[in-house]
């Protein structure tokens, strides 16, 4: 069945950078995009951007530009978002979630969801 | 960017009961070129990640019980659950797809009266 499985949980300090993982199964990796999406404490949803899996081309909201890095790993049908300069606001759930229809789609299938905790 | 903006914040609905979410867009998401509205609802259940209900504003997720169902176009549209079950109580989203970024509405949390 399609999945897409995220890692742990991760705690960090302000100024320092996570890496989250996403590894897709069930559906061909390389055909859909992945999202980014995140969720403070509480808070609405927050789209971050989205991968290419196939061409590794992203696009990133203009909120995260020069913070947020977006990339795969065909070979093992995964791909990362990595944040840095880490601030206490960027505590939050960290979703990947599947874009089925191309570039312009909604979310299928979503990651069980990464806390990240920023804290001193 | 375009704001989404969902009423009401919340709402209590007896069981069995019929419970309307409005979404409004601050510019359309309807595209001239394939005529559809590019337009998604999510249920989003403590603890978990959103799930898919409606696309394409009115297209019901594969699996998704048909007392859900989406309607409107342009800037204007609705979610419709016409006989609310314990299992419905959950916060909804709506979403555009039609430009960058996605912008999400602010949420609606759906409560048993």
């Known amino acids: 069945q399609v999945q897409l499985v995220q890692s742990e949980a991760e705690m960090k300090k302000p100024g320092a950078s996570v890496k989250v993982s996403c590894e897709a199964s069930g559906f061909t990796f390389i055909g859909s995009y992945i999202h980014w999406v995140r969720q403070a404490p509480g808070q609405g949803l927050e789209w971050m951007g989205w991968i290419n899996p196939n061409s590794g081309g992203t696009k990133y909201t203009q909120n995260f530009q020069g913070r947020v890095t977006m990339t795969r790993d065909t070979s093992i049908s995964t791909v990362y978002m990595d944040l840095n300069r880490l601030r206490s606001d960027d505590t939050a759930v960290y979703y990947c979630a599947r874009g089925v229809n191309g570039d312009y789609s909604w979310f299928d299938r979503w990651g069980q969801g990464t806390l990240v905790t920023v804290s001193s | 960017d375009i704001v989404m903006t969902q009423s009401p914040d919340s709402l209590a609905v007896s069981l069995g009961e019929r419970a309307t979410i409005n979404c409004k867009s601050s510019?359309?998401?309807?595209?001239?070129?394939?005529?559809?509205?590019?337009l998604a609802w999510y249920q989003q259940k403590p603890g978990q990640p959103p799930k898919v209900l409606i696309y394409?504003?009115?297209t019901r997720e594969s699996g998704v019980p048909d007392r859900f169902s989406g309607s409107g176009s342009g800037t204007d549209f609705t979610l419709t659950i016409s006989s609310l079950q314990a299992e419905d109580v959950a916060v909804y989203y709506c979403?555009?797809?039609?430009?960058?970024?996605?912008?999400f509405g602010q949420g609606t949390k759906l409560q048993i009266k």
């Open positions: 394409w504003a009115s």
């Open positions: 979403q555009q797809y039609s430009t960058t970024p996605r912008t």
């Open positions: 510019q359309s998401v309807l595209y001239s070129s394939d005529n559809k509205n590019y």
